[in-house]
């Protein structure tokens, strides 16, 4: 019976590896959920997420986003040739917290993640990683299974097996092989998918790697028992206290509302540029940035919030958050700065220090 169950299991392996490796036809359907006009029926939007119905032209709030982006991608791309020695950091911030424009965020990313270092101390490493994931990884069936429900709204991860989705299955099939004390974690796939849309595939690797170490530690996040979600929620919960009790007393009953926030920095919790935004701040500034958006969040939506029933409390959390708010992105990195600076002032900015559980106990790669 064991022989036929490995022989089964070793048959599937090798099915879900080929999916992804081998040629499609040109014109191939992508899969049968998708109605084979699909393409024809939606269009994309600035972003790359895909409509129903045909998109009208900018309103006047997007063209002035439009407008911004590419006043900003000019000064970007003139600090980006002097990078080195990098620009002040009083520049850099101010700079970064009006929105990265997405012509230089994935440059941006990579500098500020130093990815280019990183793939030369550990030249080959990745394709070691995915080689040996190919033959071991236990988790290969759970990561076919979420490649396939990433962004399936956006063009670029919409086809079954298609370029977004290829490069997914990789990153999330050789990380674990770096960590194995962590290893492969539902909600890591939306994450490289967010990095991939603006890096390429070996790249989006080592940015999850830097994201994961020292410089971020959001390998804590996903440690077994998920320690540092938990250090941040409690510490969340004391900044709410000291900050908004009643808003506090009112959502208690609600229960836990901020996994998602701090685990995969609110990544399909708030609107997708302005998630985009945060993620540029986290890049630079670090957790600070998520237990100060936590408390931004709450502080806009205050007196909405407050005039919620319990069961109207989940829905604004989790969706309504998710949809565009009254306030441009602009000005909420500015209340996300204000925040910062506020709760560096309270000496409530960041939570007491990690414990040994919540870091790598091996160096990258090793077994």
Request: proline share 6%.
């Amino acid at each position: 019976v064991n022989e036929d169950l490995e022989t089964l299991m070793a048959l599937e392996r090798a099915q879900i590896l080929a999916n992804y490796t081998q040629a499609r036809p040109m014109g191939s359907p992508g899969d049968a959920r998708e109605g084979a006009d699909l393409s024809l029926r939606r269009l994309t939007d600035h972003h790359g997420f895909l409509q129903e119905k045909e998109l009208p032209g900018l309103s006047p709030r997007e063209a002035k986003q439009h407008r911004q982006e590419t006043r900003r991608a000019d000064k970007w791309v003139k600090m980006l040739r002097n990078w080195e020695p990098l620009p002040s950091l009083l520049q850099m911030r101010r700079r970064l917290y009006k929105g990265v424009p997405p012509q230089v965020r994935g440059q941006v990313w990579g500098l500020l993640l130093h990815i280019e270092k990183v793939k030369s101390t550990h030249q080959g490493l990745y394709e070691t990683m995915k080689e040996r994931a190919q033959l071991s990884c236990k988790d290969i069936r759970q990561i076919d299974l979420d490649v396939n429900r990433t962004y399936r709204n956006h063009i670029m991860f919409r086809d079954r097996y298609g370029v977004g989705q290829r490069g997914l299955f990789p990153v999330l099939l050789a990380y674990p092989s770096t960590t194995p004390e962590v290893g492969y974690c539902q909600g890591m796939s939306d994450i490289v998918g967010l990095l991939l849309v603006f890096l390429g595939e070996e790249d989006a690797f080592w940015a999850l790697a830097q994201l994961m170490s020292e410089t971020h530690a959001m390998h804590g996040f996903f440690a077994p028992g998920f320690p540092k979600l938990a250090r941040f929620q409690r510490h969340h919960d004391s900044i709410m206290e000291k900050e908004l009790r009643g808003l506090r007393k009112h959502l208690d009953e609600q229960g836990t509302y901020t996994t998602k926030w701090f685990l995969q920095c609110f990544v399909g919790r708030t609107p997708f540029v302005l998630t985009l935004t945060l993620w540029d701040a986290y890049m630079l500034d670090g957790a600070r940035v998520l237990t100060a958006m936590a408390y931004t969040v709450l502080r806009l939506h205050r007196k909405r919030l407050l005039k919620l029933p319990l069961e109207g409390l989940q829905g604004f959390l989790q969706d309504t958050l998710a949809q565009p708010w009254d306030l441009e992105d602009e000005a909420v990195l500015g209340h996300l700065r204000a925040s910062v600076a506020h709760l560096r002032r309270r000496k409530c900015d960041l939570p007491p220090p990690a414990r040994p559980e919540e870091l790598p106990k091996m160096p990258l790669g090793q077994e």
